[in-house]
């Protein structure tokens, strides 16, 4: 059993494993696509392979769709070259469920793979003849929060991106540089509407791609390297939209248990490859069953229809409050939490951590006491019940292979967010009194310890990634596992910076107990687990 057109030609054997498999005539749907694609998305990482991908096969097998996805990638090419094309575009979708229970699906609704490289003269034509096409509706994006930047962690400019504004739309090298020039062609084309829609994980992420869209549509008008009309289309949203989003599936790097599943079951060529760029891929993806996505409805082209397939179509008011809910309150400080308390306690999976009494008590009185209340209900998700979906569905399942140290990643990134919201919120409240707030401000505490590079046993760690790794560890090289430390005078100058936590923590009234929870889980090895039993379960 090969993952291939070839080898699914045998369904049986394929249906006799209890793989689900595509139900339309692919060849038909590939040819329709070709002629007249309606949805372009760039990125061919996991949660499209996983999510996207999956809804619109869902749509082709009941017949409400009749065209298939055609996906690009810009920045590793590499899995198209080696992953896409050897297997046809098919993806094996393994669902692993809180239950036990494993679904296996045969993904075969990406009927075209291309590379985003403007020197790759057949590559490049290919995507501007798409960008042509009257029928384009959708071009969306997960290129990661970092792939609209056009600066780097000084605020410089990209030197891609500085040399693709200076040269202009022919043969662009950065990634934005090179969507904008297919933009523009689609512009040239006659002005054709179309809906640019960033799927990734960040707040307000239309207005990010836009700002990066529109600085390139500028420069390129100011300098006489493309048509003037070109930055109004862009600024017209009857013409160009840039809708915000929220995107949720936990699609983990491809993990060797559910390889075992599958090579159990006949399929061969099922290794993993890490590309020259480090990006592992393989032929597979694992992920968790629950979703949401939820999109701000403006598509000046019209839209495909994905309600059925469970995407959320609304305004964007209601788009920025289901972000809020699940950034803010009901998931992201849930995931950072165990995070920093996984790596500094030696776990190596979330779901193992919810077995722990006092990691459990964290983050349920993190999410129901502490910020359910400043949370706005979005009304078209429940806030509780996404609450409840998380902690008794999505964290515990034993067959998601997360990690803490993976969510870890940039956490001096998302503290602001994740927590500095519900502060705020709580400085802005005739009822609420920031000062009752005990285990956020231990969490903070928690990643100060976490920094250290020492879990509770007294072990060196290698923490995980973060672009502020080396202004932030030098606060706490000095600290040791013992008692009576000036913790306040290593790490008072870091609790004002408003960029790490989203709010000056002296000003707030939190660092005193920031503080104080630090130098208790720096007495000794068992200090971290200690102060948790003392302050969540107390």
Same mark, same amino acid.
């Not at 008590?361 to 429940?382: A, C, H, Q, R, S």
């Given at each position: 059993?090969?993952?291939?057109?070839?080898?699914?030609?045998?369904?049986?054997?394929?249906?006799?494993?209890?793989?689900?498999?595509?139900?339309?005539?692919?060849?038909?749907?590939?040819?329709?696509?070709?002629?007249?694609?309606?949805?372009? #998305?760039?990125?061919?990482?996991?949660?499209?392979?996983?999510?996207?991908?999956?809804?619109?096969?869902?749509?082709?097998?009941?017949?409400?769709?009749?065209?298939?996805?055609?996906?690009?990638?810009?920045?590793?090419? $590499?899995?198209?070259?080696?992953?896409?094309?050897? #297997?046809?575009?098919?993806?094996?979708?393994?669902?692993?469920?809180?239950?036990?229970?494993?679904?296996?699906?045969?993904?075969?609704?990406?009927?075209?793979?291309?590379?985003?490289?403007?020197?790759?003269?057949?590559?490049?034509?290919?995507?501007?003849?798409?960008?042509?096409?009257? /029928?384009?509706?959708?071009?969306?994006?997960?290129?990661?929060?970092?792939?609209? /930047?056009?600066?780097?962690?000084?605020?410089?400019?990209?030197?891609?991106?500085? &040399?693709?504004?200076?040269?202009?739309?022919? *043969?662009?090298?950065?990634?934005?540089?090179?969507?904008?020039?297919?933009?523009?062609?689609? +512009?040239?084309?006659?002005?054709?509407?179309?809906?640019?829609?960033?799927?990734?994980?960040?707040?307000?992420?239309?207005?990010?791609?836009?700002?990066?869209?529109?600085?390139?549509?500028?420069?390129?008008? &100011?300098?006489?390297?493309?048509?003037?009309?070109?930055?109004?289309?862009?600024?017209?949203?009857?013409?160009?939209?840039?809708?915000?989003?929220?995107?949720?599936?936990?699609?983990?790097?491809?993990?060797?248990?559910?390889?075992?599943?599958?090579?159990?079951?006949?399929? &061969?060529?099922? $290794?993993?490859?890490?590309? /020259?760029?480090?990006?592992?891929?393989?032929?597979?993806?694992?992920?968790?069953?629950?979703?949401?996505?939820?999109?701000?409805?403006?598509?000046?082209?019209?839209?495909?229809?994905?309600?059925?397939?469970?995407?959320?179509?609304?305004?964007?008011?209601?788009?920025? *409050?289901?972000?809020?809910?699940?950034?803010?309150?009901?998931?992201?400080?849930? #995931?950072?939490?165990?995070?920093?308390?996984?790596?500094?306690?030696?776990?190596?999976?979330?779901?193992?951590?919810? *077995?722990?009494?006092?990691?459990?008590?964290?983050?349920?009185?993190?999410? +129901?006491?502490?910020?359910?209340?400043?949370?706005?209900?979005?009304?078209?998700?429940?806030?509780?019940?996404?609450?409840?979906?998380? !902690?008794?569905?999505?964290?515990?399942?034993?067959?998601?292979?997360?990690?803490?140290?993976?969510?870890?990643?940039?956490?001096?990134?998302?503290?602001?967010?994740?927590?500095?919201?519900?502060?705020?919120?709580?400085?802005?409240?005739?009822?609420?009194?920031?000062?009752?707030?005990?285990?956020?401000? !231990?969490?903070?505490?928690?990643?100060?310890?976490?920094?250290?590079?020492?879990?509770?046993?007294?072990?060196?760690?290698?923490?995980?990634?973060?672009?502020?790794?080396?202004?932030?560890?030098? +606060?706490?090289?000095?600290?040791? !596992?013992?008692?009576?430390?000036?913790?306040?005078?290593?790490?008072?100058?870091?609790?004002?910076?408003?960029?790490?936590?989203?709010?000056?923590?002296?000003?707030?009234?939190?660092?005193?107990?920031?503080?104080?929870? !630090?130098?208790?889980?720096?007495?000794?090895?068992?200090?971290?687990?200690?102060?948790?039993?003392?302050?969540?379960?107390?």
């Amino acid at each position: 059993m090969k993952l291939n057109e070839q080898g699914l030609k045998d369904r049986l054997k394929w249906e006799e494993a209890e793989y689900s498999l595509p139900k339309f005539d692919r060849g038909k749907v590939m040819a329709a696509t070709k002629e007249n694609p309606f949805w372009i #998305h760039f990125g061919a990482g996991n949660i499209f392979r996983a999510f996207q991908a999956n809804v619109v096969q869902n749509l082709l097998n009941e017949g409400i769709l009749d065209k298939g996805l055609v996906v690009a990638e810009g920045f590793d090419y $590499e899995i198209v070259e080696k992953m896409n094309r050897p #297997h046809d575009d098919y993806t094996l979708l393994v669902t692993l469920k809180a239950d036990g229970n494993v679904d296996k699906t045969v993904v075969g609704s990406v009927v075209e793979s291309l590379i985003l490289d403007s020197e790759n003269e057949k590559e490049y034509e290919r995507l501007k003849e798409i960008f042509r096409k009257d /029928s384009l509706q959708m071009v969306s994006f997960t290129i990661t929060e970092k792939g609209y /930047s056009l600066v780097n962690g000084k605020g410089e400019v990209l030197p891609a991106v500085a &040399e693709d504004l200076e040269k202009g739309p022919e *043969k662009p090298m950065s990634y934005i540089g090179k969507v904008v020039s297919l933009l523009y062609t689609r +512009y040239q084309a006659g002005e054709k509407p179309v809906a640019m829609v960033s799927m990734d994980n960040c707040s307000r992420n239309g207005d990010k791609l836009y700002a990066a869209v529109k600085e390139f549509a500028l420069k390129w008008a &100011e300098k006489g390297l493309a048509d003037k009309g070109f930055l109004a289309y862009v600024n017209t949203k009857e013409k160009v939209s840039f809708p915000w989003t929220m995107i949720d599936k936990i699609t983990p790097r491809p993990d060797a248990s559910v390889e075992a599943i599958l090579k159990a079951d006949g399929i &061969e060529g099922l $290794e993993p490859v890490i590309t /020259s760029k480090n990006t592992y891929v393989a032929p597979f993806v694992n992920a968790e069953e629950c979703e949401y996505l939820v999109i701000e409805d403006a598509f000046p082209n019209g839209k495909p229809d994905l309600e059925k397939g469970g995407v959320m179509f609304t305004e964007r008011e209601t788009v920025d *409050k289901v972000e809020k809910m699940k950034v803010c309150t009901c998931l992201n400080p849930l #995931h950072t939490a165990l995070a920093v308390y996984g790596c500094l306690l030696g776990y190596k999976k979330i779901s193992e951590e919810m *077995k722990d009494a006092e990691l459990t008590g964290l983050i349920e009185t993190i999410g +129901y006491k502490e910020g359910l209340p400043v949370v706005v209900d979005p009304g078209i998700l429940d806030p509780k019940e996404f609450i409840d979906t998380v !902690l008794k569905v999505r964290f515990p399942n034993p067959f998601m292979p997360d990690t803490p140290q993976r969510i870890a990643t940039d956490t001096s990134q998302k503290l602001a967010i994740r927590y500095g919201e519900t502060i705020k919120a709580y400085q802005a409240s005739p009822k609420l009194n920031v000062k009752d707030l005990k285990l956020i401000p !231990l969490v903070f505490a928690g990643w100060l310890r976490y920094l250290m590079g020492v879990d509770d046993e007294g072990n060196a760690f290698e923490i995980s990634p973060d672009p502020l790794k080396d202004t932030v560890c030098p +606060y706490v090289a000095g600290l040791k !596992l013992e008692e009576g430390q000036e913790v306040e005078a290593a790490v008072g100058p870091l609790l004002k910076m408003k960029q790490i936590f989203g709010v000056d923590l002296y000003e707030a009234g939190l660092a005193d107990k920031v503080c104080g929870y !630090l130098k208790e889980m720096t007495k000794g090895v068992g200090a971290v687990r200690a102060t948790l039993k003392k302050y969540v379960l107390s």
